[in-house]
């Protein structure tokens, strides 16, 4: 099959302006469409900062980050805006709304489409059956553990069937049985032809992709 770059990572150097440390020296990697895409590295090495570029948080460099061959730091907030609506994002600080329930967490990227209350109670069902939060619906966020926050910010990355996921940490907080539920939710998107960037330092599991899946690997030093 042919390989067809959806992103590209070229040359990245940056730093942040308070802070001494350079991140990436000369970051390059390519992220191709239909991929399971791994990246790893030390803690600090600038994974989260490099998903804040990806999706348009925080302005990356000029030429360095490219989605469809298209330079990212050219975006307007429109493009920014189509491009969110098209991704699904595993924060790894979570990002979710804490005062609101599951449900409403859930279901808030659906409000970019015009669906019915059928069809949204369908999907909020389907997904919390699969990352198997079901019985947490209407509980306000606030009032869970950080494992059960990291799995509904995997249900509301997952509600609209993204093309695109990326998943920061996603396993961060979790034992080893939902870690392998997590790992194996990803891998099924990416079967059903989801490109999937994962990042994480979880050893546990990357062992258990790559004896599942196949994936490329991308260590930042
Ligand atoms: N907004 C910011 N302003 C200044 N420095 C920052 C900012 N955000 C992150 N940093 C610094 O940039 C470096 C990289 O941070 P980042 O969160 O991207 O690392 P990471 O690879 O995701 O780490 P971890 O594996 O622990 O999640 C760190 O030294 C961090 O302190
Ligand atoms: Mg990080």
Same mark, same amino acid.
């Given at each position: 099959?042919?390989?067809?770059?959806?992103?590209?990572v070229k040359n990245l150097s940056r730093g942040y302006w308070d802070n001494p440390t350079p991140l990436f020296e000369n970051l390059s990697f390519?992220?191709?469409?239909?991929?399971?895409?791994?990246?790893?590295?030390?803690?600090?090495?600038?994974?989260?900062?490099?998903?804040?570029?990806?999706?348009?948080?925080?302005?990356?460099?000029?030429?360095?980050?490219?989605?469809?061959?298209?330079?990212?730091?050219?975006?307007?907030?429109?493009?920014?805006?189509?491009?969110?609506?098209?991704?699904?994002?595993?924060?790894?600080?979570?990002?979710? *709304?804490?005062?609101?329930?599951?449900?409403?967490? +859930?279901?808030?990227?659906?409000? $970019?489409?015009?669906?019915? /209350?059928? #069809? %949204?109670?369908?999907?909020?069902?389907?997904?919390?059956?699969?990352?198997?939060?079901?019985?947490?619906?209407?509980?306000?966020?606030? *009032?869970?553990?950080?494992?059960?926050?990291?799995? +509904?910010?995997?249900?509301?990355? $997952?509600?609209?069937?993204? /093309?695109? #996921? %990326?998943?920061?940490?996603?396993?961060?907080?979790?034992?080893?049985?939902?870690?392998?539920?997590?790992?194996?939710?990803?891998?099924?998107?990416?079967?059903?032809?989801?490109?999937?960037?994962?990042?994480?330092?979880?050893?546990?599991?990357?062992?258990?992709?790559?004896?599942?899946?196949?994936?490329?690997?991308?260590?930042?030093?």
């Amino acid at each position: 099959m042919n390989k067809i770059p959806l992103i590209e990572v070229k040359n990245l150097s940056r730093g942040y302006w308070d802070n001494p440390t350079p991140l990436f020296e000369n970051l390059s990697f390519t992220v191709d469409m239909n991929e399971f895409f791994v990246l790893t590295g030390k803690s600090g090495t600038g994974k989260t900062t490099l998903v804040n570029f990806m999706i348009g948080k925080l302005a990356p460099p000029e030429k360095t980050i490219f989605f469809n061959n298209q330079d990212i730091s050219t975006f307007t907030s429109e493009d920014i805006q189509v491009l969110r609506k098209w991704l699904g994002i595993v924060f790894q600080d979570y990002q979710l *709304l804490e005062d609101l329930s599951v449900r409403d967490n +859930v279901t808030y990227p659906l409000h $970019l489409y015009e669906l019915g /209350e059928s #069809i %949204i109670e369908g999907k909020l069902k389907q997904v919390l059956e699969k990352v198997n939060i079901k019985h947490l619906l209407d509980t306000p966020v606030k *009032l869970l553990s950080a494992g059960e926050k990291q799995k +509904v910010s995997l249900a509301r990355a $997952l509600i609209h069937d993204p /093309e695109f #996921i %990326i998943a920061d940490e996603p396993t961060g907080n979790l034992d080893r049985e939902n870690t392998q539920i997590v790992a194996d939710i990803l891998i099924a998107a990416n079967k059903a032809g989801t490109t999937v960037f994962l990042i994480t330092h979880d050893i546990h599991l990357l062992n258990y992709l790559k004896e599942k899946h196949a994936i490329k690997l991308h260590v930042i030093r």
